[in-house]
């Protein structure tokens, strides 16, 4: 018993490792990553090396498997360059397979004390992430130095011989258990590392090793599915066709293990160097044999996962019909109804933010982040649409309306990022540690809300009508608003002053609400400047003084 749990204790060390690499990568790299994948997509051999590169750097072939998710649901990506993405994953994984595998455990303290210290001394941001992931990096081989000492009373277990024997003969029970085994730790590089310590101290047969390899390439591919399995269909078909790859390589290479282990063996003989050669072998082949077909698998997976209307979705453009897009009026038209419909999920924001501040209730913070997640996606779809409306017959009147369209919904898009990124932050510590404003504060954060959903509606209004007189008021809501904040200001340093506890406990976070709440009327200010200088009222800096001023 004592030996399982060290051997669970080391196991377990070893994915943390795994996760700390793969979380320190991600926060140093992760925009650069993305990027990289992004620029790999022109076609599937480039794609295939992204694929690969990325994942020898996440070291998870399910990280790589999610980005590439997020990619083909936005369809930013098409299936087939998604599934030649992960491809490469597949063998990227294994070739890291192979990096842990050398003998060096003696360099394990030494990587720890270096990412601690890069952690722990270093101000720069990207350098501290990085010093977490080399602290993974060390911990990760310092696992698979427990893991082999806590292994070695497993020659003594009475039900290990039992075990082995059943999977020799039923090769699929191998299979199984190795898929299980990837699926609990979610981490099939974990697992392949334990098989080869296994194998290495000869604790597992030859043809079970093998056996469990192909069974933890088959859980490797179904833990994103599981990921995913609540997103769109356009995210889930990748995972999806990966998953075909590795039931059709398991299904074929399964029978002919007898006839590939010799063939194997002559390469290196070392077990362990045979089962890391093998899981190397199986992505490869997989990938030479696929690549030509990605197309047709492609195919299959938007057969098997058909688009799916939800007209319920309030993220999802309902006006922008691709037929309209050769006649400008009509495209812009449909634009602009969906730009309102942005609005409408703005003020819903705001209202709902309000009554975070209010009552302090959680479940709403989730709420406004998905309503910015939901304009997030009508404002990327609404540009995507503009891309397409076409130029031939626009005149300048159409160009400019194009130009009013982006600044209204970019404008939206960062007042929504300001509430969910910033308001509900500080909602969210005043809800974690009980904190209550004073009375008069309150009221004021109150007021100036209630004024900020009003000008969500006078920016709608102008956009709409184009009126003068109304873009007029709102740009000079801007001036207002500074002079709003610099009151409270000083009402809540007097209150200060006369010591007032409320005001005490929430000074920083009731600043930084004023703060936001201007900043968010700031860029509802900004939706009234192209009618204003359209109509030259406006300076370089501001508005035009009346001339009966």
Known sequence: ??????????????????????????????????????????????????????????????????????????????????????????????????????????????????????????????????????????????????????????????????????????????????????????????????????????????????????????????????????????????????????????????PLLPLIIPEISRLQPEHWRQVLNFHVAFNLALAVVFIPFIGPVARLTQRLLPEQERPDDPGKARYLTEGAVENPSIGLANASREALRMGDLLGQMLNLSLQVFRNDDRKLIHTVSDIDSQIDRLNEAIKLYLTRVSRDVMDQADHRRIIDLITFTTNLEHAADIVDKSLMDLAGKKTKYGLKFSPEGSKEIEDIHRRLNDNVGLAMNVFMTGDLALARQLFAEKQIFRELERVAAENHLQRLREGRMESMTTSGLHLDILRDLKRINSHLALMAQPRLEAAGELYSSRLKEEATA
Not at 91 to 118: D, E, R
Not at 155 to 173: C, G
């Open 1 to 254: 018993m004592v030996f399982l749990i060290n051997l669970l204790g080391a196991a377990a060390l070893l994915l943390w490792g795994l996760r700390m690499v793969r979380t320190g990568v991600l926060r140093a790299f992760g925009s650069q990553l993305r990027a990289f994948l992004g620029r790999a997509m022109g076609n599937r051999f480039t794609a295939f090396l992204g694929g690969l590169g990325a994942t020898i750097l996440l070291q998870s072939s399910s990280a790589t498997a999610l980005i590439t998710s997020s990619f083909a649901s936005r369809k930013v990506v098409g299936a087939s360059a998604a599934l030649a993405i992960m491809l490469g994953a597949d063998v990227g994984t294994a070739l890291v397979a192979q990096a842990y595998a050398f003998k060096v455990a003696w360099i394990s303290p030494l990587l720890i004390l270096a990412g601690w210290f890069m952690f722990n001394h270093v101000t720069d941001t990207r350098t501290r992430d990085l010093g977490r992931a080399i602290v993974g990096l060390g911990i990760t081989l310092l696992g698979l130095q427990m893991i082999t000492l806590a292994a070695e009373p497993m020659r003594e277990a009475p039900v290990v011989p039992l075990l082995l024997k059943l999977m020799a003969d039923a090769p699929i029970s191998g299979v199984l258990v190795g898929a299980a085994l990837t699926i609990a730790s979610t981490s099939s590089l974990a697992i392949v590392l334990l098989i080869v310590s296994f194998a290495s101290h000869a604790l597992i047969p030859i043809e079970v090793s093998y056996a469990l390899v192909l069974g933890a390439n088959l859980g490797s591919a179904v833990m994103p599915i599981m990921a995913t399995f609540s997103d769109e269909p356009t995210a889930r078909r990748v995972p999806v066709g990966n998953l075909i790859f590795r039931l059709i390589g398991v299904a074929v290479v399964l």
